[in-house]
């Protein structure tokens, strides 16, 4: 009865590949975002989807690349990984009140 | 200037004490102001949140919040070692969608 999910929750890959994460939510939200977490324990949102539409990119280089292929889930791509994008990386979900978000467990990136 | 500010920590405090975390902001835009509670390699979760100045409680935990002064204050009482975490203060901005967080402060609550 997991609310947000997320695939892989671990992921260690050479600089230069490309990835994928998956996120899936069971709560019925119209709205997914995703976070990315630094070494600092920063959490900034990087996207925010509403209804399947693109509605926050938050100066994200384009090598990344989210696609909600239905209200219930949110992948995030990523092309030519940089040993910068080493991070963990947090789906969340909301509904109207978008004050309360469900976090996932986040995807533990590792780029060497 | 970062949006949020929170001290980092990390805060040691003895079980059963009063803890004070203290979280200022400067974007007037925020319609929300919120807690976040982040356990060590979890997602974050939502303790509380509120869009006034004044004070809301939740059993041991009560937010304080003045907006005049931009300034955010969680009080847990009776702390205990579960309340052992990073917690994270959080505004959402008016027409949703986008949350801007502070970097978080680590508490650590001794037994």
């Known amino acids: 009865d997991t609310a947000v999910s997320q695939t892989p929750k671990y992921l260690v890959t050479q600089m230069g590949n490309d990835k994928s994460i998956k996120c899936e939510q069971n709560l019925g939200h119209d709205t997914m975002y995703w976070y990315k977490q630094d070494s600092k324990k920063f959490l900034k949102i990087m996207f925010s989807y509403n209804n399947k539409e693109l509605i926050i990119n938050e100066t994200v280089p384009n090598r990344f690349s989210p696609k909600s292929p239905d209200k219930a889930h949110l992948n995030l791509h990523i092309n030519s990984l940089e040993l910068g994008d080493s991070a963990v990386y947090f789906c969340?979900?909301?509904?109207?009140?978008?004050?309360?978000?469900?976090f996932g467990p986040g995807t533990r990136l590792l780029v060497l | 200037q970062k949006e949020v500010e929170q001290d980092p920590g990390p805060l040691s405090v003895p079980e059963g004490a009063i803890v004070s975390l203290n979280c200022t902001y400067s974007n007037s835009a925020f319609q929300y102001l919120m807690w976040y509670r982040q356990y060590s390699r979890k997602g974050p979760e939502l303790l509380m949140y509120t869009y006034s100045s004044g004070n809301k409680e939740d059993g041991r935990f009560t937010a304080q919040v003045d907006k005049s002064s931009k300034y955010i204050s969680l009080f847990i009482r009776d702390s205990q070692p579960s309340d052992s975490a990073t917690y994270l203060c959080a505004g959402l901005l008016a027409g949703g969608f986008k949350t801007i967080f502070g970097a978080g402060t680590r508490l650590f609550v001794k037994a």
């Open positions: 969340a979900s909301s509904q109207e009140r978008q004050e309360t978000q469900y």
